[in-house]
């Protein structure tokens, strides 16, 4: 895996110390809280609803051994024992106090971890696809793509104070499993016609209180390209977006107003203005990250095991159907681990079970982990003889639940409960949720469904891109939370559509079970999933089992 | 006609913890709402948030919030205050077990 250079450590720690005196000075008094703010904000350090938050970037997700047990001691030693990783790859610390933040970051740099970039109007952390290096469809590992960018996002003077943040996400595989058409530049790698990889750029994406679909900037952008392009189109943005209005001032509002046209052809002049000064140096960069990306050296064992396992105990088979995904390399499989047991908090580990993963990842997984952007942990590359022993040691720790990708696996954001920004609690509701389908049993009946609930439009949890998405209001001082129906977050990307009047808190549950069932008898047959049978259907008939007709007659 | 007032309390983040705190009659600043100044007048409230907002050293985010007179003091009347009450609804954390 890439390991930092002295020139990175020594970034990183300066960064911290002079965190440390400012910290100092806000408690000493010398420093207002208006003159701090800007200062922590810029170190990742937010005061929320009951506490400060601290977030942490996972650089495009990954994680080793040594980096997830040291966020297991910070959870311990200065939060309360647990973590919540975030669909944007973060893990954010719900309860840190003032003081100790500066020995948190000093713990998170001695493993080459950080929060430098995870909030402020910058290009904020590089996601990628969770099975990156791993995944059977991909054309490339995208992370040493990620990787470059993050190293040239970090500290560019030009990009500190940008219109708003920045977000980027990369795939390198067929499936989007990064959500690329809903971030600013979305990065997709392609092959062109002589078979060379490059990328489709994607911008203008986005979710919030206006949710757009990226458009698709350059088809195919030649890889040695991509620094100067990706600059090109944040220096364009920089200039051209709105600073009069925080609400119109992400790219997707800039690219929506000055047109696709006009964007490709300030980019492309821009472009040629930069690209000469990229002399090469990027590139030999590039190579030297994507030497430290090397596959991991895979083995050839029997499976015989793995098979066996799977006949004798059907809690393992149906664990194996759900949480594996296919691996690149023969008797290989993508492992993700729930943390979504049923009834819990969507996405946090405590540090026991972070502990637990790093010592699967270390014993059975290459050194690997990621963090996925729907609040899991993948375990990339684990043989498939090991898994009987993988799903032995998670079960021992409470994560083992076989709901990859059904009704349970749902992502929320922090809601009421954490939230300073938030109108409504999401993580309350995705509980009742998960737990309700428990007790009917019937989530493997069902099948692949996303449900995503944010607390407030800033759509952290995704709504807009949830099969069934759920949007928590405040209305007239009472909790009151939206359904929105047909979103998708892959490489079809759609925008979910608002099925009608929103449910109380009592009333969204029952609402979510009536639609889920309901859908089980308008589906053509077990292999049509909810968002298809939505596709095939429209609103109507979902509509109707939402709003019987005699709610309708007794609210006239 | 002239707005109509809502009782307000002065409420806060604590600098150090960050955690929710409110303004009492002698300046200091409380955990617990019940202790909290109940301020009736609009023009005193505003005095108040000043007074509280310049405790720089003490508190950040300093705010005007809806509140009610109760037999047991000052009560929050929106959700949202009355979370910050209490903590969060998933864990036992924060001021239910705190205080
Ligand atoms: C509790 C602390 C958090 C705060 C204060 C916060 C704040 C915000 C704000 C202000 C926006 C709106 C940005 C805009 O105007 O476009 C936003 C969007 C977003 N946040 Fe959060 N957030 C928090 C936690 C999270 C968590 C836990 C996640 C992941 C579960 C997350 C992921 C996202 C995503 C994916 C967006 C989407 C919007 C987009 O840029 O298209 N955030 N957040
Ligand atoms: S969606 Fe709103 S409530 Fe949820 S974390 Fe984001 S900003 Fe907070």
């Known amino acids: ?556 | 006609m002239p707005r109509h007032f809502t009782p307000k309390v002065v409420t806060a983040n604590a600098l150090l913890e960050g955690d929710a705190v409110w303004l009492t009659e002698d300046n200091t600043w409380t955990r617990d709402i019940r202790e909290a100044e109940l301020l009736t007048d609009e023009a005193h409230a505003d005095l108040r948030l000043l007074e509280g907002q310049a405790q720089v050293h003490m508190i950040a985010g300093a705010y005007l919030a809806d509140a009610k007179a109760t037999t047991d003091g000052p009560a929050p009347t929106h959700f949202r205050e009355a979370f910050r009450t209490r903590g969060p609804s998933n864990y036992a954390h924060g001021k239910q077990v705190d205080l």
């Open chain 1, 1 to 556: 895996m890439y390991t930092y250079t002295d020139f990175d450590e020594n970034f990183v720690r300066t960064r911290v110390a002079q965190f440390r005196g400012q910290v100092a000075r806000r408690i000493d008094g010398s420093l207002t809280e208006d003159e701090f703010k800007p200062l922590r904000l810029m170190n990742g350090l937010y005061l929320q609803l009951h506490a400060y938050m601290l977030r942490v970037a996972v650089p495009y997700g990954t994680l080793n051994p040594a980096q997830m047990r040291q966020l297991a001691y910070i959870a311990d030693r200065w939060d309360k024992g647990y973590g919540h990783f975030t669909t944007r790859q973060n893990i954010q610390y719900n309860w840190p106090k003032l003081g100790d933040v500066p020995d948190m970051l000093d713990a998170l740099a001695d493993v080459g971890m950080h929060a430098i970039q995870t909030s402020g109007n910058t290009i904020r952390n590089v996601t990628a696809d969770h099975f990156a290096g791993a995944a059977a469809d991909e054309i490339e590992d995208p992370r040493a793509i990620a990787e470059l960018l993050r190293q040239w996002s970090t500290d560019h003077p030009e990009f500190q104070f940008l219109p708003r943040k920045f977000k980027i996400a990369v795939t390198g595989a067929a499936h989007d499993r990064a959500v690329t058409k809903a971030h600013d530049i979305g990065l997709r790698m392609v092959r062109n016609d002589a078979g060379e990889p490059g990328f489709e750029v994607i911008v203008g994406g986005g979710l919030g209180r206006t949710p757009m679909v990226g458009k698709v900037l350059r088809d195919f952008l030649p890889k040695a390209d991509l620094l100067p392009y990706c600059e090109a189109i944040v220096s364009v943005y920089n200039l051209l977006g709105r600073r009069d209005n925080k609400y119109k001032a992400r790219i997707k509002i800039t690219v929506h107003e000055n047109g696709l046209d006009k964007m490709q052809e300030l980019v492309e002049a821009r472009f040629e203005d930069i690209r000469a000064g990229f002399t090469g140096h990027d590139q030999a960069l590039l190579a030297e990250i994507e030497a430290a990306f090397a596959p991991p050296a895979c083995v050839t064992k029997s499976t015989d095991g793995y098979e066996a396992a799977r006949l004798a105990n059907p809690a393992f088979r149906s664990w194996s159907d759900t949480n594996l995904s296919a691996h690149r390399a023969e008797g290989y499989a993508i492992v993700s681990i729930s943390i979504k047991k049923h009834g819990a908090t969507p996405g946090d580990a405590t540090s026991d079970q972070m502990r637990v993963m790093a010592d699967l990842a270390e014993r059975y997984g290459h050194g690997e982990l990621r963090i996925s952007h729907e609040q899991n942990v993948i375990l990339p590359h684990v043989h498939q003889s090991d898994l009987p022993a993988v799903y032995a040691a998670l079960r021992e720790a409470d994560l083992a639940t076989a709901n990859i990708g059904l009704a349970s696996d749902i992502i929320a954001c922090p809601g009421m409960d954490y939230c300073a920004l938030a109108t409504a609690r999401s993580i309350p509701i995705a509980q009742e949720i998960a737990t309700r389908f428990d007790e009917l049993k019937i989530e493997h009946e069902i099948g692949q469904l996303k449900i995503k609930i944010s607390g407030c439009i800033n759509a952290c949890g995704h709504h807009h891109v949830g099969h069934i998405g759920i949007l928590g209001l405040d209305r007239a001082g009472v909790e009151n939370y939206q359904i929105t129906l047909g979103g998708d977050g892959t490489e079809t990307t759609t925008i979910g559509e608002r099925a009608g009047p929103g449910f109380s808190a009592d009333e969204i549950v029952p609402a979510i079970e009536r639609l889920v069932t309901g859908y089980l008898s308008l589906r053509q047959d077990a292999d049509e999933t909810f968002l298809q049978a939505y596709r095939r259907l429209g609103m109507e008939p979902f509509k109707a089992i939402l709003y019987p007709r005699e709610d309708k007659a007794n609210a006239a």
